[in-house]
């Protein structure tokens, strides 16, 4: 059965490979479940609300990606889409989150008919396969530079912008021990190497005390207070009109540059440098950030491929 879905062999995979790669992957985009209700409740959000709207909003995703598009890319609210929903929108701006939530649904259905009717397909087809691959790398460096910002080992600067932190800190030594466990592990070939770097640093961070659990299994909180409360009339405010379109922008090229560079590494682009069936991918991204903003959550958009 799973062959016949996921073409597991022309894919030159196993399922034992992807059951790893995928508890890696959920492991590596695992913080947006504590980050996005931290980010949204900035802007008067009920943070116990957001945290389960992050959490079905990214099954949702996947579940489509995985069973309709049938690609190996995550999907969960975004990191920037977020903060800009709370500190932009509802914070300068001024408009309420429900008004906001309205400028999120909008904006997925309007990505949704660019990919409905490939308007986004033709955007990415176009792009030259120089310039593709150099999204890849540019989104690699982006990523990085945001791990060492959560980590503590780059800090802010008035100066130079940015400068060394407290490398004695525990999670800049943590983040430096994962680094050095995963590269080893990948060098030697280890299967699951960033899933069991991962694991290492937070089993050890738990052991000496850094780390404290509170508890393993509990009932979610409630989704009332964000359910179904997105202000679509206030979000068609012409004033409006800008924050939808940012929305719409910013998503569009943050899925498509995620897409080219999985679909690069993962060896899913056909001989012409294209990704087959992307349509599919682009409407299983919308289709999440409308069910998304009905939920009680900012823009959702494609994360990662399946890491190895």
Known sequence: MLERLFKLQEHNTTVKTEVIAGLTTFLTMAYIIFDNPSLLAAAGMDSGAVFVATCLAAAIGCFIMGFYANYPVAIAPGMGLNAF??????G????SWQVALGAVFFSGICFFLLSAFRIREWIINSIPLSLRGGIGAGIG?????????????????????????????WNAIMACVGFVVIAALYFRGVTGSVMIGILS??????????????????????????????????????????????????DMFDTSGTLIAVAQKGNLLDKDGNMPCINRALMADSTATVAGSMLGT?????????IY
């Open 141 to 169: 460096f982006f990523l990085g530079f945001q791990s060492l910002q959560n980590a503590g080992i780059v800090v802010d600067n008035p100066a130079t912008l940015v400068s060394m932190g407290d490398m004695t800190s």
């Open 298 to 306: 900012s823009t959702t958009t494609s994360y990662t491929n399946r």
């Open 85 to 90: 929903f709370s500190f932009t929108v509802v």
């Open 201 to 250: 640093v937070t089993l050890l961070s738990i052991a000496t005390g850094h780390v404290e659990l509170n508890g393993i299994f509990s009932m979610p909180p409630s989704l009332a207070p964000t359910f179904m409360q997105l202000d679509l009339a206030g979000a068609l405010d012409i004033g409006l009109v800008s924050i939808v379109f940012s929305f719409l922008f910013v």
């Open 92 to 95: 300068q701006m001024g408009y």
